[in-house]
């Protein structure tokens, strides 16, 4: 019994251990994945590395799980690159990270539980560092400003202005004019909230692990041609997959997208998609 107990415990250790300190967990197309000189699309389930830099198109979200449970979600049109990824395991683990977002709109959320866990994180933003232990914060480099808002926890800040300070009152809100002073941490009124909010959650078909839905966006006799347009998707980002189907003594070739997680996101994404590049007519299966 005592071999067995021990056994497990050792099990649950390797699992805990072999955990990522990042995965995505949720596309939105399109969106990228910049690994050092490559750019290829990304994809649900892929474990995220020190240096990645996560792109999003038009209309596009991402969602990523981190190791201490908390969930970073990037808007569209928005640029967010991984460094300091860690997880240091003595008395407590304590994951670590630095995210850089470049441009757009991101939230870092923390769940109840995941709460327990020892994390330092940093996010840098429009010119500002936030500092985070666990929380809910949501910010944004736009293109006339940047702002930060606590929606819940504490964060410790730097200004653009290398001013430091907490802010520890939830939804409340800074603010950083391009080219100008910031402003003081004013509250946020319900509505601009969730407006804000909407900019980083999934609305519309995403790929997910685990999806066993799939669109097939078009399907080509000649493989020259199969291969034209599975590249053009690809670079246009959406994560497609080139499948041989035989056809009546020789071959046909079908473009498509995976990993969706139900019959009706399928088919509201072959009717988002009809008529790009090619898909004429779209159609979802399993």
């Not at 498509?256 to 779209?282: C, F, H, W, Y």
Request: hydrophobic fraction near 40%.
């Amino acid at each position: 019994m005592n071999k067995l107990i021990g056994s497990l415990l050792m099990l649950a250790t390797m699992t805990a251990l072999a955990e990522p300190d990042a995965r995505v967990q949720a596309v939105q197309m399109p969106a990228w994945l910049q690994r050092g000189a490559s750019q290829v699309p990304l994809h649900a389930g892929l474990e995220l590395r020190n240096g990645d830099s996560l792109i999003t198109g038009t209309n596009a979200r991402i969602y990523v799980q981190t190791a201490d449970g908390s969930t970073v979600k990037l808007g569209e049109n928005a640029t967010l690159t991984l460094d300091g990824l860690s997880q240091q395991r003595a008395e407590q683990s304590l994951f670590s990270a630095v995210l850089n977002v470049a441009k757009g709109a991101f939230r870092f959320t923390t769940s109840a539980l995941a709460k327990l866990k020892a994390r330092d994180v940093t996010v840098k933003i429009a010119g500002a560092t936030v500092g985070i232990r666990g929380t809910d914060v949501w910010g944004k480099d736009g293109n006339d400003q940047g702002v930060v808002c606590l929606i819940e926890g504490k964060i410790d800040m730097t200004g653009v202005d290398n001013r430091q300070f907490v802010m520890d009152q939830p939804l409340s809100f800074y603010k950083m004019p391009k080219g100008a002073a910031p402003l003081p941490v004013g509250p946020v009124d319900a509505e601009q909230l969730k407006k804000w909010a909407t900019e980083t959650e999934i609305a519309q078909p995403a790929a997910q692990p685990g999806g066993k839905w799939k669109v097939d966006l078009l399907t080509v006799a000649d493989q020259t041609s199969a291969l034209k347009a599975y590249d053009q998707w690809r670079a246009a980002g959406y994560d497609v997959h080139l499948q041989p189907v035989a056809h009546e003594g020789g071959w046909k070739y079908t473009v498509r997208i995976t990993q969706l997680a139900s019959r009706a996101d399928a088919e509201k994404l072959s009717k988002m998609l009809k008529g790009v590049l090619g898909a004429e007519n779209p159609g979802a299966s399993r």
